[in-house]
């Protein structure tokens, strides 16, 4: 089974600052697919951005990017110029092809003023 | 794109009833959707994955009589908690994937729907 490790389970920031939320998982295959999503205090849950494994250029989305290292098998997000809106739990997640996602257990971030 | 609704938001009913939530793809057709339980602080638990036409698929632990899961259309998926007791209160989550590359490897998800049962 696929396990996903979030070590941070809370984390804070200063506004405008820069954060970098860890994830490892374990793995035995080589076609998957990693993904951040941000719950704030509304609970929904918001894709926040999605790594495919075969692609060695890292993702970004504006403000967010993700440091993949595949060998290591670790998936880190950043956050530049953080904002108090991003303050919300933040889970990673890991699907193979097709499959179910697997999620870690959440990092909790507060952004303060 | 890609949005998911959940119906209702917030229930609050008595032990012992029965309580139905919906989940749809509004623009568009899910062929899969997950249902997650999640108790405060805490991460989704995955209960069941359901494909359109067929039954539901649930994961270890999880109680197929006592929540019921319909995935009749490619845009909705209902689950229905039978004989509620007040350790079913919980938030509820569905998630839905599509057809083509985007949909078919990334999950969408509904708001949620908060549960008490009294």
């Known amino acids: 089974a696929q396990t996903v490790t979030q070590s941070q389970p809370e984390m804070s920031v200063q506004e405008a600052e820069t954060v970098t939320l860890s994830c490892t998982y374990d793995t035995s295959e080589s076609n998957y697919y990693l993904f951040w999503y941000k719950q704030p205090p509304s609970r929904q849950m918001i894709l926040v951005i999605r790594?495919?494994?075969?692609?060695?250029q890292n993702a970004t989305e504006n403000r967010f990017s993700v440091n993949f290292q595949k060998a290591a098998k670790s998936f880190s997000l950043k956050i530049s110029d953080s904002q108090l809106g991003d303050t919300a739990m933040y889970f990673c997640?890991?699907?193979?092809?097709?499959?179910?996602?697997?999620f870690g257990t959440g990092t909790s971030l507060t952004v303060i003023p | 794109g890609a949005v998911v609704s959940q119906h209702p938001s917030r229930v609050i009913c008595k032990s012992g009833t029965s309580v139905k939530i919906e989940c749809r793809s509004l623009?568009?057709?899910?062929?899969?959707m997950f249902w997650y339980r999640q108790f405060p602080k805490k991460s989704l638990m995955l209960m069941a994955t359901s494909n359109e036409g067929s039954k539901a698929t649930y994961e270890q632990g999880v109680e197929k009589d006592k929540f019921l899961i319909n995935h009749a259309s490619l845009t909705l998926s209902t689950l229905t908690v039978t004989s509620a007791h007040p350790e079913d209160s919980s938030f509820y989550i569905c998630s839905a994937r599509g057809r083509g590359t985007d949909l078919r490897e990334t999950q969408y998800f509904g708001p949620g729907t908060r549960l008490l049962v009294l």
């Open positions: 623009d568009f057709q899910a062929t899969t």
């Open positions: 997640a890991f699907m193979k092809h097709g499959n179910q996602f697997y």
């Open positions: 790594q495919e494994a075969y692609k060695q």
